[in-house]
């Protein structure tokens, strides 16, 4: 039984700047795909925590299972395909052409996924798992001695520290790594930055009012632009209504996609059960340009999220116990998965201020065009286009 107790820890970090940043691009059925899955993931944390900021990135939970996936076998092979929606025989080349068009420069905004597989020196790793993470993920192998947990932590910190340009300095803490029985540790970092296709000018950011998810209000730096932009009204299966407004980044590739309930006594979390990558699809027939001027927060928000009970929900529960673990295609030895961690961040401004000549034609205006203010709790998900792959989403009760 000690043998069974070896652990891996799958762990992510990811940074998204907007207003600078924007989003990635993915392959089209397996990016939505595995969207929904981190979709599933985001509504029970946003469950759990309904007036709290979360942030969280569907992609990223998509990416570790897909990197700790050719090294499952059986049920617990099963239990990720089967959350993934993925088809049983492989989705390997799905994957490698949506890592590779998510990483496009054709994007034109910057978007990094890295991933790396820390192991213990002298544990042997199956070849082929190696292998099919490198050429699916780009993934890099590198060995760490875990029997000085304080080391292989700085180790690791170090490395994600760098992939997300100094967003998220740290994501292991010495006491998860157990000297004795840490064998692998997998991780996938994103950092994502774009500039805002229609930007703000930051001489228009003014303090207001902003109604937060826990009853009080803050006076917040608003953001405010006069432009045109994809706006509509959709409605729940509830007949609730909520408003959706969508900004581009400048790439053209990448959008922000922000949802506010229509009615003042419609909470958030009214509306974030029903959202999948289906309802996103079908706002485009919802949406259609239109003059306004936008009033929206800039912010700043991290979030540390456990993943563990969450896919323990959703069915993938196999890996993460002792006693049905089966990772034999990653090594004869018995693993699990003993943690399971993503760390976000994301940063809203005007930045992207470079792009202010080419849009001063589309702030003149003959007649005064309707106010649009974000100024309660509000829901954003930054997509990629053409794969309808969710990068980053989020719930901002407080900027």
Not at 66 to 91: E, N
Not at 210 to 239: C, H, R, W
Request: net charge positive; aromatic share 8%.
């Amino acid at each position: 039984m000690k043998m069974r107790s070896a652990s891996l820890c799958c762990l992510l970090a990811l940074v998204m700047q907007l207003g600078l940043e924007g989003v990635l691009s993915a392959a089209p059925s397996y990016g939505e795909r595995g969207s929904d899955l981190g979709i599933q993931v985001f509504q029970q944390v946003a469950r759990s925590k309904p007036v709290e900021n979360v942030v969280l990135s569907p992609h990223g939970v998509a990416s570790i299972l897909g990197m700790l996936l050719p090294g499952a076998h059986g049920q617990t092979r099963k239990q990720i395909i089967s959350a993934l929606h993925y088809k049983k025989k492989g989705p390997y080349k799905m994957l490698r052409k949506l890592h590779k068009t998510l990483t496009s420069k054709s994007n034109q905004d910057i978007v990094l996924l890295a991933n790396a597989i820390f192991s213990q020196k002298d544990f042997p790793i199956e070849e082929t798992f190696v292998a099919t993470n490198k050429a699916n993920f780009q993934c890099e192998s590198r060995a760490l001695d875990f029997s000085d947990p304080s080391v292989a932590a700085n180790q690791i910190n170090d490395w994600v520290n760098s992939k997300t340009k100094g967003h998220i300095p740290s994501l292991i803490k010495e006491d998860m790594l157990d000297p004795a029985l840490t064998r692998l540790v997998a991780i996938n970092s994103i950092y994502f930055k774009g500039l805002w296709k229609s930007c703000f000018q930051p001489n228009n950011t003014k303090m207001r009012p902003f109604n937060g998810g826990d009853g009080n209000v803050y006076k917040v730096p608003m953001m405010s632009q006069l432009s045109i932009f994809n706006i509509g009204v959709a409605t729940t299966p509830e007949e609730l209504k909520y408003r959706v407004i969508e900004l581009p980044y400048h790439g053209n590739t990448i959008s922000m996609l922000i949802v506010v309930p229509y009615e003042e006594d419609t909470t958030l979390s009214q509306i974030i059960p029903h959202i999948s990558t289906a309802t996103v699809q079908s706002w485009s027939s919802l949406m259609h340009m239109r003059k306004i001027r936008l009033l929206m927060p800039k912010f700043t928000a991290d979030a540390e999220v456990d993943l563990k009970e969450p896919l323990s929900a959703l069915g993938v529960t196999n890996m993460f116990s002792q006693e049905t673990a089966d990772f034999r295609h990653l090594s004869a030895e018995p693993l699990h998965v003993s943690e399971a961690l993503q760390k976000s961040k994301i940063i809203v401004d005007e930045d992207g201020t470079k792009a202010a000549a080419a849009t001063t034609a589309i702030l003149m205006t003959r007649s005064s065009p309707p106010w649009v203010t974000v100024d309660r709790p509000f829901l954003f998900l930054i997509r990629h286009h053409s794969t309808g792959t969710i990068l980053f989403m989020g719930q901002i009760n407080q900027p």
